[in-house]
Each structure stands twice: as structure tokens, then as C-alpha cells.
């Protein structure tokens, strides 16, 4: 209130405190922080008619005027006119106002070039051939971080005509513009209700029908009717929209509410009485949200290069630590044998591309049938955790000399150099594509996002592109002769190095174990520990026969015997059964180490919370995302975090994507997202949410918790 106070002084001091002009200026005039114009429509006036005059405001990048109602704090433009006699102004056509939030406050105006047409109306008697000069003082009080009133003494001079006068051939279109761009009454119809929630005001009509509007605001004439800075909440309806706006302080349902309805850039001049709200004018809920662009254009050459940039960084991401190292000891083994070296770099490529492709090809055929599913939705299937985890077991135990798949015990680091390996190496590809699928590293997000909502061709292309850049760094090393000269040669120590390999791919092993307990319970993880102890004894019987087979000893039976159970084994694992159980923790509320609470998302419980104007956090995350667990541990499991939720009152909700869940799925994608980690900060009284990047700090996080719990 003190700074309404404080923003009216200022105005009338700019009104009453200017003394008469000695003499107006025709033209332009800088104020200070405007560029002030009195224009007309036409070249001259007709006796008895009307000339279309406007005030034309042209306001200096960062500052901004207001509208007639200026919302919490500021003032409108005054116009005090000295005109001839007889000749009369009429009221200003206020052009639509934006919003303009500052601080806790809401206040409405402009910014840029604004036109307010006045119609001056020109007596019966003038006579024609008279020039007179129409004279206005005009009062703006200007505002950027600081409030300045500035004022001007503007002048016209009109000649009058004997018939039409024609148009002036600058601003007579634009001041025509902007009448047309005002909004009008009787376009569309509102009703004015009272609930718990606040005032309902129903529009129905031709221009809001459909349930397709996105934005909707409603600005009223009046100054202190509703709570201008509380947000307005839109249910759309098929043949209509309902908007619930809080009333101001001490206000009931008043006798009608009059202002303008600003529909998607649509803007009608609405006066809502109370009675019978259509039926058709709710039942569809609020708008989805807008999804992020790429860029200016969001076409597919931003998609393209996000992609390639996003691949690239995914090779810095932990999930795909353990296959980097198997990258490494496969270049350090042909490093010395520049064709074998290169055979392996574009052996690798085509495991790559070939495994992102078609797991593009799957993930649009799902989505094409129905089911809402994002990047890594391979492991939200129990029975492919499973099996991975027994992959990277089976590699595991193969590093650390238990078994030789296609080589003997013998020579391995003097003859690795000779043996071409590429389709190891195809297959190392597709490996490491397999495991970097629960990460989503910066940039591929928005490009992921926009592949999803794209035809066939172009999104593949995206997951070409992500391809490309997963690959490149490999490759390019591969191809590289100076790169491969400077690579220790091939030899014993290779055969150590290989074993300690092994150990990151147990690490893998137990993390996909402890993702199939979060999804499946305990259960299931009982059945993968014995399988995984069942496929151990499978791996050793394989060795053991491979070492019986050089020997010149008879291993048939036990080979058959390793696949039997290798077989069993992994059937045991993957295969569903109808009373799997679900483990339930991780969709609870519950508090984190730190002391952190959270609860369960839903858009249920986001929509309360935001009714209440409270800030919320919503972390979408995942057990199988390793990008997401990172975060869990390095910027939410920490003081900093917990003290900063716990200082501003922030509501921190977990929206787990563990297992498949269409509505999680579905928000995913309105953000332009295809896959998890998605961090969303909803301020405190409303507004857009702000997308914090997918690596995070503590700092980061009570920075912005803070923010939003100020709004």
C-alpha cells in the first residue's frame, strides 16, 4: 500500500504542479525515459465529425508506463487537453496491458511503443479552411527498478476540411491497428460465481470454445477488487473457459466485475454478472505446460547439433564409466596396429549407431501404440534389469579370466594386438549404449523432447545424432595416428589391467541389482542372486572345459552342461511371474538422511499446492537414472539443501519413475522432455515453473528454492 501510496503522490505531483504551457511542442518530445507523440489518423478534419488522434509512447528498453488500472502500485497516463472552442476530447482507447511483476507485486502496463487513441470531436460550426492547434498535457509516471513522473506538453495542429480528409498515410494505419486491437464488448458472454477458491468467472462464446486455450488473465477496471499479484487458475471447458481469480481483502461476490479477458493474444472486454455458469465452460482441466524450445526456431538443426553436443558429454556421465573402460583397453590393444585400430573404431561406431537406432525404432513403435514411455524405458521393465544385471556379471567374470569368449587362456596380451576383434568391439558399442541409457546428460534433454513430438525420419535422425556424438570421441581416437603412437605397446601388463576392469562391471551388476529391488522388492532380487550364483557356476564350468579343450581332453559335456545353466539361469531371473511384488518405499513420503521430507507427486497434490501459493519442488527421478541418484546424494542428501527447504517452507514432491507411470510419462513431454532427471521450481504466488539443469549442486538447490519461496 505504501508504494500505491507513494506511485499516486508522484502522479499528481506531475499533474499539478506543472504550470500552463507558455507553448506546446508539435512533434516529439523525450522526457527522460519516453519518447512522447500526438498524431493523427487523417490530414485535417471535417466540421461535425471526429479526428482519430493518439498519444504515441515510445518507452526506453527496461522502463515501462501503465494501463488505466496500474494493479498494485504505479499510475495511469493522465491527458489534460486545451482545445478550441467547441472542440471536445473523448476518452483514451487503452490498448491491451501486460503484466508486469515486481517483487510481490502485480502491476499492469507497457513497454516498447504503445498508441492511446483519443477522437477529438470537431463542432458543426468550424469553419472549413481553419487550422487550429490542439494542445494536451500529458503525465506518465515511468518505472524500471525506480518510479520517475515525467510529463509533456504535446500539440497538433488540424486544419479543417470541406469533405473527408484523407487519410495520413503514416499513422493512419497504425492508430487503425490499434483501435482494432482493443478489446470490445459483446464478443463473448461471462458469469460471476463465488466458491471456496475464489470468484469464477465462466466465458463462453465463438473465440474460447474448443478447449484449446493455454493462457487466459483476467485484468479488471477496478483497482482493488480481486488480488492482483494471487495467480489465476484456468479450467478450460469444450465450449468455453473458467477462470478463478482471488478476491482483494474484505471483498465478497461484488454485483459484476468488468475488465478484459486476455485469451492466447485474444483479448474481449468482458463484464461477468453474477447467475448459471455454463456447462460447457469447465471439465478439461488447466492447459498442459508449454514444452522448452531448442532454440529460436526449435527446428531440426538446433535438434541436431543438441543431440551431437549431448552424446558427446555422455561419455563423461557415471553410468557409462564401467564400458569406458573396456573402450580403453580395446584401443591400448590394437593401439600399435593402425589398421586394427581402425577397424575397431568403426566397428564400435556401428555397434553405436545401430543400438540407438533401433532402440529409437522400438521406443516410437511403443509410443506409436499407445504407451507413454521416455529414454530408458527398457529399464523400467523388471525382467530387463535382470538381464542386464546378468550381462554385466557374464562381462565381469569374463574380465577376470573365469572364462575366454572366442580366445584361448594363452597369449592374450601379446596376441590381442593381432586379432582384429571387431565384433567385440560392434558389440562393446551396443554395450555401452545398453548402459548409458539411464543418463541423460545437459542438452540432450530439449533434443530428445523434440524428437519425441516429430515424425518418424526426423526423430531417428535426433538419435542418429546423439549417436554420432556418443561415438565420436572413440572413433576419432581410433583414427587418430598421433593419439594411437603415444598408447603404451601390448604385453603382460595387459592381462592385469584387463582383471581390474572386471571390477567396474561388478559395480554394475550391484547397482542394477538394487534398481530391480526398488522396482520389484525383495522377491525377485532373491531369484537374481540366485541366478547370478547359478550363471557364475556356469561361466566356471565354461572355463574349465575351454582349459580341458587345449589340453586335448574331451570338454563337450561340460560345455553343454555351462549353456544348460547359463540358460536356467537367466530364465529364472527374467522370467515374469503374476505375484511379483512392488515395492512401495520409494513412492512414499519420507525423509532423506539429511533430514530432507518429501512427498509422493501427483498433479493432484501440485494443483493444492499451488492453490495455497506455496513453492514447490518437483524432482523427477528414477532408480535406474544415474544422473538422478548422483544428484540425490551430492545436492539433496546435504544440510545446505534440507536447511533451505526448511527456511523458506518449500514442498518438496518426488515424482518416481521407476516403474512406468503414463502421468509422469505424459508431464515429461508437455516439458520437452523424454527421460528423467527433470527438476521444476513453481514459485511462491504462482507462475511458470524454472527448469534447473540436470547436474546439480547444493547451491544450486537453495538458491533456487529461495527464489521461488519469494516469488
Known sequence: MLKRLLAGLAALVALG?????ASAVAGPVRTGNL???LVAATQGARAGGEVQLALRQAIDKGWHTYWRNSGDSGAPTELIWTLPAGWTAGEIVWAPPSRKPIGPLMNYGYSGEVLLPVAVRVPDSAPAGQTVTLRVKAAFLVCSDICIPEDADLSLDVRVVAGDPAPDATWGPRIQAALDAAPR???????????PAGLKIAVSGPGVSGGAARDAYFFPYAPAVIDHAAPQTLDRGPEGLTLTVKPAPGVS???SLKGVLAVDGRVYEIEAVPGAAPAGASGLGPPPPQPVSLDGSGGLAGALLFAFLGGVILNLMPCVFPVLAMKAASLAGHGHDRAAARAQGLAFLAGVMATFLGLAALLLAVRAGGAAVGWGFQLQSPPMVAGLALLMLTVGLNLSGLFEIGASLQGFGSGAAARGGTLGAFLTGALAVVVAAPCTAPFMAPALGWAMTQPAALSLAVFAGLGLGFAAPFTLAALAPGVLS??????????TFRKVLAFPMYGAAAWLAWVLAVQAGPDLLARLLA???????????????????LLGQPAR????????VAVLSVAAAVWPTPAQAVAEGSTGAGTDASGLAYEAYTPERLAALRAEGRAVFVNYTAAWCVTCQVNERVAFSTRTAAEAFAGTGTVYLKADWTRRDAVIAEDLARFGRAGVPLYLVYPAGGGDPEILPQ?????????????????
Open 695 to 711: 547436474l546439480l549442486t547444493p547451491g544450486m538447490v537453495a538458491q533456487a528454492v529461495r527464489a521461488a519461496a519469494e516469488g
Open 531 to 549: 541366478a547370478g550364483v547359478a550363471l557364475a557356476f556356469a561361466c566356471w564350468l565354461a572355463g574349465l572345459a575351454q582349459r580341458r579343450a
Open 557 to 564: 559335456v561340460l560345455g553343454l552342461a555351462a549353456l544348460g
Open 253 to 255: 461476490t461484488p454485483a
Open 185 to 195: 464488448p459483446g464478443q463473448v458472454q461471462a458469469v460471476l460465481n463465488s466458491g
Open 35 to 37: 519518447t512522447a507523440e
Open 486 to 495: 603415444r598408447l603404451p605397446r601390448p604385453g603382460p601388463w595387459m592381462d
Open 17 to 21: 504542479v506543472m504550470s500552463p504551457p
